[in-house]
């Protein structure tokens, strides 16, 4: 399934500059997704293509409700309308609901991708996975220091290097 996701439908969704961040857009980035926060507007370099968003997950809810209907379908068809009417309601509304919490985690999914490749530009010495908790640790003490942006390069590699 995440091949899937990362093959064809973030691909199909979102376009990507080729360009990855630069050095304090990753820090930045990089933190706000460490803090769990909202990565749409905090991150450059992708644009959601919101028609091709609806079309994907109109496909998935197809596949998820064809069956269901199929095998509800003698039930459904004895029901009142007015039961059916309700049940079309909150079907809607779970629609545009799930459609919110599917389209964040696209956007998380593309965000942490575009950090990666940033990441592997900057920060190649260090592995993703075991620093990026550190980093932005890290990153957060410069920004409480103060420090400025020609120095921050060095002073997240001095305190990346002192704690190896």
């Known amino acids: 399934m995440n091949r899937l996701l990362d093959l064809y439908i973030l691909p199909?969704?979102?376009?990507?500059?080729?360009?990855?961040?630069?050095?304090?857009?990753?820090l930045v980035a990089n933190r706000v997704?460490?803090?769990?926060?909202?990565?749409?507007?905090?991150?450059?370099?992708?644009?959601?293509?919101l028609g091709r968003t609806y079309f994907i997950f109109f496909i998935l809810w197809?596949?998820?409700?064809?069956?269901?209907?199929?095998?509800?379908?003698?039930?459904?068809?004895?029901m009142d309308t007015h039961v059916l009417i309700i049940l079309t309601a909150l079907l809607t509304g779970a629609f545009f609901?799930?459609?919110?919490?599917f389209r964040e985690f696209l956007i998380d999914r593309?965000?942490?991708?575009?950090?990666?490749?940033s990441w592997e530009r900057h920060l190649a010495m260090f592995?993703?996975?075991?620093?990026?908790?550190?980093?932005?640790?890290?990153?957060g003490e410069a920004v409480e220091e103060e420090?400025?942006?020609?120095?921050?390069?060095?002073?997240?590699?001095?305190?990346?290097?002192?704690?190896?």
Do not use: C, W
Not at 12 to 26: A, N, Q, S, Y
Not at 62 to 78: F, R, V
Not at 127 to 139: H, L, N, Q, R
């Open 110 to 117: 593309i965000a942490l991708k575009i950090i990666q490749k």
């Open 62 to 78: 197809l596949l998820l409700l064809i069956p269901i209907s199929a095998l509800l379908h003698s039930l459904l068809a004895k």
């Open 33 to 49: 997704y460490e803090e769990g926060m909202n990565l749409e507007n905090n991150i450059h370099g992708f644009k959601m293509r």
């Open 147 to 164: 420090v400025a942006i020609g120095d921050l390069q060095r002073f997240i590699f001095d305190k990346l290097s002192t704690s190896k």
């Open 97 to 101: 609901i799930t459609f919110s919490m």
């Open 12 to 26: 199909f969704v979102f376009k990507v500059t080729p360009t990855p961040l630069r050095f304090k857009e990753l």
């Open 127 to 139: 592995d993703f996975s075991e620093y990026s908790k550190s980093v932005a640790t890290i990153y």
